[in-house]
């Protein structure tokens, strides 16, 4: 079964500087796809980047960009110039199903940005 | 465009009772899924439906049941309520050119 494992439950950071969110995850197949989704206090999960297992170019959304190392299954999330609306749950999914396939979720890591 | 709609948005209901949740998806979307998300959890998988029909599932008892409707809105509807189904309930619309978009979800307390 697909697993997937957030090991910093909770994260704080600096305003203005970098943070890395750790996930990793479990699979036999070779094409998925992998997702990171912030949920602030409002509960609205909310897609922050994805990446596509089949390419090797890591992903980049303005101050959100991705390491993904197929090989040793780690999809980490980096954010710069963190800003207070970064405070949030930070949730890593994986989908085998193309990008509306059923999603599997990581049990998250709570990031604080502080002032 | 209002995005997914989900209604309502609080509900108390007592063990044993039958609750139904509303959602409505983003313009443009056939598929709706629904998650449960415990407290303190990342959402699970309940099940998935596109063209009325559920596709997918997740590992959910039959109490969890759902429907879609020819406009493609999506209820989810829960049987015999135990304590362990209070959760924060998140509707998820999608198509075959777009990824899913949750709605705000509807927070479901048993007692």
């Known amino acids: 079964a697909q697993t997937v494992t957030q090991s910093q439950p909770e994260m704080s950071v600096q305003e203005a500087e970098t943070v890395t969110l750790s996930c990793t995850y479990d699979t036999s197949e070779s094409n998925y796809y992998l997702f990171w989704y912030k949920q602030p206090p409002s509960r609205q999960m909310i897609l922050v980047i994805r990446q596509e297992a089949y390419k090797q170019q890591n992903a980049t959304e303005n101050r959100f960009s991705v390491n993904f190392q197929k090989a040793a299954k780690s999809f980490s999330l980096k954010i710069s110039d963190s800003q207070l609306g970064d405070t949030a749950m930070y949730f890593c999914a994986f989908s085998e199903g193309g990008s509306q396939g059923n999603l599997i979720f990581g049990k998250g890591t709570k990031l604080s940005v502080k002032p | ?111």
């Open chain 2, 1 to 111: 465009d209002a995005g997914v709609t989900q209604s309502p948005t609080h509900l108390i209901k007592t063990r044993g009772q039958q609750v139904t949740l509303r959602c409505s998806p983003k313009s443009g979307h056939d598929t709706v899924s629904w998650y449960q998300q415990a407290l303190g959890q990342g959402p699970q998988f309940i099940f998935q439906y596109y063209e009325e029909e559920e596709r997918q599932r997740g590992n959910f008892p039959d109490r969890f049941s759902g429907h879609q409707f020819p406009n493609y809105s999506s209820e989810l509807n829960v049987n015999a309520l135990l304590l362990g189904d209070s959760a924060l309930y998140l509707c998820a619309s999608s198509s075959d050119i777009d990824e899913q978009y949750f709605g705000p979800g509807t927070r479901l307390t048993v007692t």
